[in-house]
């Protein structure tokens, strides 16, 4: 479960009040732009009740264009630096240290309630000059000691995690061919964790990777890498997943590895989540994107240890994707213009996020409140547009119980070879079970069956390709999942 040092929540009180169905920009309450999705409840208010964070990486000077402010201030309780933290921007010259910017973020996260996230202190990118001129080992092990004990030492107390050492390895999960790789080792990993722990006792200390999101060379050399560091006694609590995605290609073992190396006894964070795609973007990618963005998230909440989800910023104007990938951007969940894409009602359902004035998802950590939605009677809310008995499909099925309720968490996989243009799963749920509320579908009960059916934005269902839908229960004493699930009409296996 996460650490946390939120502060007094007075702060957020006038941007939480913003008028239903609005933003607040430079004073002024504005409609969603046409075009834009329903405005939900807060994605942060929503994280709270699964205990996890929202974040989002800051340029702070971004913070003077309304629109980008506005949405930072409504939507997360995690900020984390995009480039303030870096070495380049902490100590350009040795032994001189700049926290102007640094500072900015981390009184930026303190006036929004929010935790704040430190990154990053290793990195083989963004290095002074001076630094990868170094051809001394000791001189390096010093500089690398002191720039820890700098920077987490400024921070101490008010850092909730650090990314200690920053993408250590190469594809194939070979070492990365960095100056501190060169000169001190493999060693170097391990030295910097114990220093920084030193220099702030209380945060959380990170390894952060990218391509490592499934399980593949990369990502296993890294869990390789934990399990000898925590046998050692190497202090590292975290690993953090970047997950710079591509529209369509979340890994099918996304969820499974971070399940691994949070059974290593470490903490996971989605650390740097875009998903990128050709532009101008395409109605079917944006569709995709959604679907994309609630698989990431649902994977996050499925996992015990996992602390979170980080945006890598706000919005596509201020995306660094198309400048390094030509012809691509939209990877983020709000356009240039601030409008919410299917992306941010994606997130907003996979959290449980009610509309803006409707009522919010019961908290998983209490007894459930509300009635069931729809209507009981035995119909779906909602027509999908494939015939009964067109689905091959398989069913996976969690559940997180507390008290008298419980969070079921549902994945759907198209098995066949022919896409889903829509579907209607139907489900017998044990005795004693309610339905109270669910999200990335329309759900209703009648009797002891469930129904749910898709949302606009996830009906398409590729083969091969999955859909993750979760909701809310009551239950009398069993928890138990149901044992059979249909789409469409066919038995899923």
């Known amino acids: 479960m996460r650490t946390t040092r939120r502060r007094a929540r007075a702060a957020l009180a006038a941007t939480s009040a913003a008028a239903a169905g609005a933003l607040l920009l430079g004073g002024a309450v504005l409609a969603p732009a046409q075009g834009a999705e329903p405005v939900r409840e807060p994605w942060r208010d929503a994280a709270d009740r699964h205990d996890v964070t929202l974040g989002f990486a800051l340029s702070p000077g971004h913070l003077a264009t309304p629109g980008y402010r506005a949405i930072a201030e409504r939507e997360f309780n995690l900020v ?100 501190f790789q060169r000169l001190l080792g493999d060693g170097y990993v391990a030295e910097a964790l114990q220093r920084a722990r030193q220099a702030d006792p209380t945060a959380k200390l990170c390894l952060n990777d990218y391509n490592t999101d499934g399980i593949n060379a990369k990502s296993t050399a890294m869990y390789d890498l934990v399990a000898d560091l925590k046998a050692d006694g190497v202090p590292v609590d975290c690993v953090g997943f970047q997950s710079h995605l591509v529209v369509g290609q979340v890994p099918s073992t996304y969820r499974q590895n971070l399940q691994r190396f949070a059974d290593l006894g470490v903490d996971v964070r989605i650390t740097e989540v875009d998903i990128r795609m050709n532009v101008p973007a395409s109605a079917a990618n944006l569709a995709q994107q959604a679907r994309d963005y609630g698989t990431v998230v649902s994977a996050c909440l499925a996992v015990d240890r996992c602390d979170g989800v980080t945006v890598w910023g706000i919005d596509d104007g201020h995306s660094w994707v198309p400048g390094v990938f030509s012809g691509q951007g939209a990877a983020l969940p709000w356009d240039a213009s601030y409008q919410s894409k299917p992306a941010y009602t994606a997130v907003a359902e996979a959290l449980g996020a009610g509309l803006e004035g409707g009522e919010p998802t019961p908290t998983p950590t209490g007894e459930p409140t509300g009635e069931p939605t729809g209507e009981p009677t035995g119909e779906p809310t909602g027509e999908p547009t494939g015939e009964p008995g067109d689905a091959d499909c398989a069913a996976s099925w969690s559940v997180s119980s507390w008290n008298t309720g419980h ?45 749910a059916t898709n949302a606009a934005w996830n009906g398409s269902v590729p083969p091969g390709t999955s859909v993750q839908i979760g909701y809310n229960a009551s239950h009398t004493g069993s928890t138990a999942a149901p044992a059979a699930v249909s789409v469409n009409g066919a038995a899923c296996s």
């Open 80 to 179: 984390v630096a995009e480039n303030a933290m870096k070495w380049d921007a902490t100590e350009q010259t040795r032994g001189t240290f700049s926290f102007g910017q640094a500072d900015q973020v981390a009184d930026f996260a303190e006036s929004i309630d929010a935790d704040l996230y430190g990154h990053t202190l290793v990195w083989h990118s963004q290095l002074p000059g001076w630094v990868t001129g170094i051809t001394d080992p000791a001189d390096l092990r010093d500089a690398m000691n002191d720039h820890i004990d700098a920077v987490a030492g400024r921070y101490a107390g008010d850092v909730v995690a650090w990314d200690v050492v920053n993408e250590l390895w190469n594809d194939d999960g070979t070492r990365r061919d960095s100056v």
């Open 407 to 451: 969070t079921g968490s549902v994945t759907l996989t198209n098995t066949g070879d022919t896409a889903w243009a829509g579907w209607a799963m139907t489900t017998t749920l044990p005795a004693g079970q309610t339905l109270q509320q669910g999200w990335s579908a329309q759900w209703s009960q009648s009797g002891s069956t469930l129904t």
